[in-house]
């Protein structure tokens, strides 16, 4: 668990903006990850969202997406792959709050799924792959609490989920 307190909020930010204009990279071996919890021995994770949160924080521009420029950034940096984490954070708004202006203005994609930027560039989105999926275990018979009943709106340039493995039935 990451403890990130007031008292060692700033020195652990700081660390991170450095290390990372240097080029170091999050969760390789001797990352940032790793020098942040050599350098402060409470600092427990496994990831390093927590750090790029306070990254994102430290070297962000702020915008107010409740104007109407503001809202245009957020569906600009929304449909170029920005995560709604790191939009909170430049916000100062709840990622439901975020969800819901990002409709209002006509972004691009469904607010639920996750956006993979590819290295051309090209801005690929998931939600539809993943209904697809839970339709066709309705179709089968098999059903979960989770399983939609409609798939989400398609998106141009969807690619579809990786397919899940079934679980096996126990014995009886």
């Not at 993943?130 to 309705?138: E, V």
């Amino acid at each position: 668990m990451a403890i990130i307190n007031d008292s060692n909020r700033t020195a652990i930010t700081n660390l991170v903006v450095e290390l990372r204009e240097n080029g170091e990279k999050w969760d390789v071996e001797g990352g940032i990850r790793d020098q942040v919890e050599a350098k402060f021995p409470v600092y427990k994770s496994k990831s390093a969202i927590p750090l790029r949160k306070l990254y994102h924080a430290a070297v962000a521009d702020k915008f107010d997406p409740t104007k109407a420029a503001g809202r245009k950034q957020l569906v600009k940096l929304r449909d170029s792959g920005a995560g709604w984490a790191q939009l909170s954070v430049r916000t100062g708004k709840s990622e439901g709050e975020l969800k819901k202006l990002y409709t209002e203005a006509g972004g691009q994609f469904p607010v639920n799924g996750r956006l993979y930027v590819a290295t051309d560039g090209t801005v690929n989105h998931v939600a539809e792959a993943t209904a697809t999926i839970h339709k066709a275990r309705l179709a089968s018979g098999e059903t979960t609490e989770d399983t939609p009943v409609e798939p989400t709106a398609t998106v141009e340039g969807t690619k579809p989920a990786p397919k899940r493995r079934r679980r096996r039935q126990a014995a009886a």
